[in-house]
């Protein structure tokens, strides 16, 4: 089908393109950005006057919960969710139930989602069989099915041995490893170690629980050169390993989610368990941090961390609920309220959830990696259309995730948040459009 | 964030629901230790009852095993003429997979006036409070590591009782600090009473230096630790202590930590020697000082009743 975009701002962060214009778009394709001749005969034509045209959002971290935790949601329900968050691609780690650790469970869930169309998903395959730290997985074959790298999710890996052959044997064909830094005996605390949980007698995870782990994983890929994705971070000592192996050049990236970027261990309040998250809420140093470090492009990618949890297994005592939130609908609200708090421009914003997440994917996104998350003649027509003066209300009503608990309902903050999404086209079909206001 | 309203106090800043004494305005903390001062008496009398709460049902829900405290709770309840329904809900819902929402929900139903919580988990009374029909109180009788409130205040009863004043008073507490509710509660009775010194002692792992955040010196060593106080206050220790790997023995820790005679001489001449219960002879307190002439242990159980008959008739006679 054929669509028109048109008298939008065109915002693409790779190229640094930003005009007032429009965008034809036939075949899936981007056929032309700027003026577009007036004999393109569209079928639909979409008006973005006032609105952003940038390239759809690509999250990092987003758990569907397909397979095994259909209760908390759905594969359909949590790429709407995707989709009405402006969200065109996400990466999706393997703790499901069972885990991806087989090709045959990411053929089922890549065809499933295709048939979908509402989103691309990447899935990370598991790096261990089982997660549980011990056999790698046949990391070749799940390559083929379509996983764009391997990970643990949040099951560290024990045993240093096994963390170091697995990567050896990923770097010997390139794979890329997603590791969230996280000292399995120290991270066992349900807050982060501070004055707050002191206070509230809630068991602490230490800034070392991230930083040992950290200087293990830094260490092995100095000796072995595999590439390493760090999953997460939450600290500001976290980040300052960062910075020093980017110095050293070495071959890692890093992202951190919207409930750090944003919110701090004070938050708790009287045991909110909408806060309870992992990686736990740190101190406002490490906010500051990490805000700072995702502006300078230390960390390359903002992520939403969208965990759905269900009522039942949030409505407890801190300590025992769930950990987790839903973020992508939240994803780009969030990303411009923190790109107007450092005082960015919007493509330097949307850099961190574009085309910073795509060069973090590199060359498994195969043919993608030249047009995903970018505006570009000629690659494939994955666009969000927002309107950034628009605010909205986040309730349990408005979110089409069947995750409903986040720390930033308005319930809770009292504030709207900025940005709204009127379109979302995945493939130059139209996944998600706004109700007309 | 909203800076959310503390939820044991109504609009009014009266007290609705005993969770923690954190925030709670002095002239509260004041009134609840006057008030058991008045309910003393009647734990003296034949007829040990008065009826202001004639009429109501209180609901003990212990989701963590005591006997204790869920006694004296009941004896303070009966004697203010409550009805009193004990629930010893680790035997019963919980094990059968009934959420905890769910079993609030049903006991709601049964007409229930205040809840008595104990939670092995912080802040659950918390979560109870918020879900809980308006009309009904929560009593928090010890959540997780948090808090202890009513620990906390017959605590606060008791050195009231045999020091008078708070402001010139060097409390040391002394033990497992870290996972103690007891400890948390006494601090910040004692900060919000006007206590100037207050001394946490215990070796670093139960101990941590990150308590000074909670207004405490923290001591390592025992002798420096209550050198010149006039409180002392013990905590039991957890025999998981052990396991944790946070001490090597019971014995050894008596030996630095445990109070004898002897290091009891560091203390002023008049301290007091206090204990929540129940005491491991030999292990954090010698016997001697347990029974000895410094020793308040007995009185804080007597005092403990009427702190608890205090906070369930004022709350129950503050509307949300």
């Known amino acids: 089908?054929?669509?028109?975009?048109?008298?939008?701002?065109?915002?693409?962060?790779?190229?640094?393109?930003?005009?007032?214009?429009?965008?034809?778009?036939?075949?899936?394709?981007?056929?032309?950005?700027?003026?577009?001749?007036?004999?393109?005969?569209?079928?639909?034509?979409?008006?973005?006057?006032?609105?952003?045209?940038?390239?759809?959002?690509?999250?990092?971290?987003?758990?569907?919960?397909?397979?095994?935790?259909?209760h908390e949601g759905m594969l359909e329900s949590e790429l709407n969710a995707a989709a009405a968050g402006g969200v065109t691609s996400l990466v999706c780690p393997p703790d499901t139930d069972p885990t991806l650790d087989e090709p045959g469970l990411v053929d089922m869930l890549k065809f499933r989602a295709r048939k979908l169309s509402l989103c691309r998903l990447f899935p990370l395959g598991a790096l261990t069989r089982g997660l549980a730290g011990e056999v790698l997985t046949e990391m070749a074959e799940l390559t083929e099915s379509g996983c764009v790298g391997f990970s643990q999710a949040e099951v560290p890996i024990?045993?240093?041995?096994?963390?170091?052959?697995?990567?050896?044997?990923?770097?010997?064909?390139?794979?890329?490893?997603?590791?969230?830094?996280?000292?399995?005996?120290?991270?066992?605390?349900?807050?982060?170690?501070?004055?707050?949980?002191?206070?509230?007698?809630?068991?602490?995870?230490?800034?070392?629980?991230?930083?040992?782990?950290?200087?293990?994983?830094?260490?092995?890929?100095?000796?072995?050169?595999?590439?390493?994705?760090?999953?997460?971070?939450?600290?500001?000592?976290?980040?300052?390993?960062?910075?020093?192996?980017?110095?050293?050049?070495?071959?890692?990236?890093?992202?951190?989610?919207?409930?750090?970027?944003?919110?701090?261990?004070?938050?708790i309040g009287f045991f909110n368990p909408a806060m309870r998250l992992t990686p736990p809420l740190r101190q406002g140093g490490d906010r500051d941090a990490l805000r700072a470090a995702l502006a300078d492009g230390t960390l390359d990618a903002l992520v939403s961390d969208h965990t759905p949890v269900d009522e039942d297994a949030k409505n407890l005592p801190f300590g025992e609920a769930e950990p987790g939130a839903t973020g992508l609908e939240l994803l780009l609200s969030l990303a411009l309220k923190w790109g107007a708090d450092s005082g960015l421009a919007l493509p330097a914003t949307l850099a961190r959830v574009t085309s910073d997440p795509v060069r973090v994917l590199g060359d498994a996104l195969g043919s993608l990696s030249s047009s995903a998350g970018r505006l570009v003649v000629g690659g494939v027509a994955d666009v969000c259309v927002f309107d950034p003066a628009a605010t909205w209300v986040v309730t349990s009503k408005a979110l089409a995730s069947q995750g409903k608990h986040t720390p930033f309902a308005f319930e809770a903050t009292g504030t709207a948040l900025p940005?709204?999404?009127?379109?979302?086209?995945?493939?130059?079909?139209?996944?998600?459009?706004?109700?007309?206001? | 964030m909203l800076h959310?309203?503390?939820?044991?106090?109504?609009?009014?800043?009266?007290?609705?629901?005993?969770?923690?004494i954190e925030g709670l305005p002095r002239d509260v903390v004041t009134h609840i230790l006057d008030t058991a001062g008045t309910f003393l008496s009647v734990n003296d009398r034949e007829v040990k009852k008065v009826p202001l709460l004639r009429g109501k049902s209180v609901f003990n829900l212990f989701f963590e095993n005591s006997t204790r405290t869920r006694t004296t709770f009941e004896i303070a309840a009966k004697r203010l003429s409550a009805d009193v329904i004990n629930l010893d809900i680790a035997k019963s819902s919980a094990s059968k997979g009934e959420s905890l929402l769910d079993t609030i929900a049903n006991l709601s139903a049964m007409h229930a006036d205040m809840f008595v919580v104990r939670h092995s988990e912080s802040g659950a009374p918390y979560l109870i409070a918020q879900h809980c029909a308006p009309h009904v109180h929560v009593v928090n009788a010890g959540d997780g590591r948090h808090a202890h409130p009513t620990q906390g205040l017959l605590d606060m009863y008791t050195i009231r009782h045999f020091k008078k004043d708070f402001t010139q008073l060097s409390v040391a507490i002394v033990g497992d600090i870290v996972h103690s509710r007891v400890a948390r509660s006494d601090i910040h009775a004692l900060t919000t009473l006007?206590?100037?010194?207050?001394?946490?002692?215990?070796?670093?792992?139960?101990?941590?230096?990150?308590?000074?955040?909670?207004?405490?010196?923290?001591?390592?060593d025992m002798a420096e630790g209550i050198r010149g106080a006039d409180v002392i206050i013990m905590l039991r220790l957890q025999n998981e202590r052990m396991s944790?790997?946070?001490?090597?023995?019971?014995?050894?820790?008596?030996?630095?930590?445990?109070?004898?005679?002897?290091?009891?001489?560091?203390?002023?001449?008049?301290?007091?020697?206090?204990?929540?219960?129940?005491i491991n002879r030999g292990v954090e307190i010698d016997s001697s000082v347990?029974?000895?002439?410094?020793?308040?242990?007995?009185?804080?159980?007597?005092?403990g009743i009427a702190v608890r008959m205090a906070v369930m008739s004022i709350i129950a006679g503050n509307d949300a």
């Open chain 1, 158 to 267: 024990q045993d240093t041995l096994v963390l170091q052959r697995a990567l050896m044997y990923a770097a010997t064909f390139g794979y890329t490893v997603w590791l969230r830094p996280q000292d399995g005996w120290l991270g066992k605390g349900v807050a982060a170690s501070g004055a707050v949980a002191t206070r509230l007698g809630l068991s602490g995870v230490p800034v070392i629980a991230e930083t040992i782990a950290l200087q293990t994983i830094l260490e092995l890929v100095r000796v072995t050169g595999a590439r390493v994705h760090l999953c997460r971070l939450s600290s500001a000592a976290g980040v300052a390993l960062l910075r020093q192996a980017k110095a050293e050049g070495l071959p890692v990236t890093a992202d951190v989610s919207i409930n750090s970027l944003h919110l701090t261990d004070v938050d």
């Open chain 2, 194 to 220: 006007g206590v100037p010194d207050i001394r946490a002692v215990g070796p670093k792992t139960l101990v941590p230096g990150d308590l000074k955040g909670m207004g405490v010196r923290v001591c390592h």
């Open chain 1, 1 to 70: 089908m054929k669509i028109l975009i048109k008298n939008g701002r065109l915002i693409d962060p790779a190229s640094g393109r930003d005009e007032v214009g429009d965008v034809a778009i036939a075949a899936g394709r981007i056929l032309t950005l700027g003026k577009v001749s007036a004999d393109f005969q569209a079928a639909r034509t979409i008006d973005a006057s006032g609105c952003i045209v940038a390239p759809g959002l690509v999250d990092l971290a987003a758990r569907l919960r397909e397979p095994g935790h259909e």
């Open chain 2, 290 to 303: 347990a029974d000895g002439a410094h020793s308040v242990i007995l009185p804080q159980v007597t005092f």
């Open chain 1, 419 to 437: 940005g709204r999404v009127r379109a979302t086209l995945v493939a130059g079909t139209v996944a998600y459009e706004a109700a007309a206001a």
């Open chain 2, 4 to 20: 959310k309203r503390n939820p044991q106090l109504n609009h009014h800043g009266e007290l609705i629901h005993l969770l923690s």
């Open chain 2, 244 to 278: 944790g790997a946070m001490l090597p023995s019971a014995g050894e820790f008596f030996k630095n930590y445990g109070l004898t005679e002897d290091k009891l001489r560091g203390a002023k001449p008049d301290a007091i020697v206090m204990h929540p219960g129940p």
